[in-house]
């Protein structure tokens, strides 16, 4: 007795730790960034210009970083292979002078010193006293620059870092397998718009849920009863949480998997639902499980799904990011 006890709380971590190692020696994070042996870090290069806050939160969302070189080798490395790949002049690094001016930092508070740290001549130079961000030129000189302006800029994942959600196949270990739903789930408690939560599904590489039956209901209920919900601010609305389903075009509501509504295995409107006409066009669902319309723009709690059916442990990801994928 006292052996099995024991066995069943080791080896769910046995297995944790073993679907970590192993995925750090297949050195795989995700499709869409590559691996560079030589500074054992993954990497992706957005070619769509950002604000510099938006890049870092955009690296964020797909469980990276904002790069900046750690040293003289990883700044030799990157910029050989952005010159390699991409044609921009510049792109934003993870580092500003935020909290004092002239000091300039990492985004995990390394002092610039500790870091590749290659001004180009006369720089920083705080032009017109609003240049509190960081900016690498491909001939390696850094730059400071207005943090609104918008450019290229490398996510970075370090191979040390790399947690693999071994059920969900995942590289973010928040997600809840659900095997009789072949499914996994995560209940975002930060409070998004429709389109944002939608953006940030698919940067997990998943989707704004979807309720295909009763059981699935049930479940998001739970999920949506267990989440830490309270003193959470900046809700607009609350009681409800964003699915994906919609009726943006105003031709009928239908999901973001499966088109109608009515055709996906779940359409329980709550009392009186929809009520909100052509103003209230995004999906919701009340916390007992009813589907809701709400105004696009509102901000609510919402759920990602993200598909395992039919795929082994050992595969790489899945088809279904790619339709997303922008
Ligand atoms: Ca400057
Ligand atoms: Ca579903
Ligand atoms: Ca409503």
């Not at 069943?8 to 944790?16: D, K």
């Not at 309270?230 to 609350?238: E, F, I």
Request: aromatic share 12%; proline share 3%.
């Amino acid at each position: 007795m006292v052996r099995v006890k024991y066995l069943s709380i080791v080896f769910p971590v046995l297995l944790t730790l073993l679907g970590t190692n192993a995925q750090q020696t297949k050195k795989f994070f995700r499709k869409d960034y590559t691996y560079l042996t030589t500074t054992e870090a993954f990497y992706k290069i957005h070619t769509i210009g950002r604000t510099w806050s938006e890049a870092k939160q955009r690296c964020e969302m797909e469980g990276a970083s904002l790069f900046y070189a750690g040293s003289d080798d990883e700044a030799n490395d990157v910029i050989s292979w952005w010159n390699q790949t991409q044609p921009f002049f510049a792109l934003w690094v993870g580092i500003t002078d935020f909290l004092v001016m002239d000091v300039y930092e990492t985004i995990d508070c390394r002092p610039i010193l500790e870091v590749y740290s290659n001004w180009g001549p006369g720089e920083p130079n705080n032009a017109g006293g609003v240049e509190d961000c960081v900016q690498l030129y491909r001939n390696g000189n850094l730059n400071d620059d207005n943090c609104g302006k918008k450019y290229p800029f490398i996510c970075r994942k370090t191979l040390e870092s790399l947690q693999w959600n071994t059920e969900c196949n995942l590289p973010d270990t928040d997600y809840i397998y659900n095997e009789a739903l072949e499914a996994c789930y995560k209940f975002h408690i930060d409070p998004k718009n429709w389109t944002e939560a939608v953006t940030v599904c698919n940067a997990e590489q998943s989707y704004l849920a979807v309720i295909n039956s009763q059981m699935e209901a049930d479940y998001l209920v739970k999920l949506t009863e267990d989440a830490k919900k309270d003193k959470v601010s900046g809700l607009s609305v609350t009681g409800a949480v964003s699915l994906g389903f919609h009726n943006r075009d105003g031709g009928g509501w239908k999901t973001i998997k499966c088109s109608p509504l009515e055709d996906c295995g779940y359409a329980e409107w709550g009392n009186q639902q929809p009520d909100g006409g052509t103003n209230d066009t995004c999906g919701s669902m009340f916390y007992n499980g009813r589907l809701n319309d709400v105004a696009c723009h509102h901000k609510l709690f919402y759920i990602c799904e993200h598909d395992v059916r039919n795929k082994t442990l050992s595969e790489p990801l899945d088809e279904a990011f790619n339709q997303y994928t922008t």
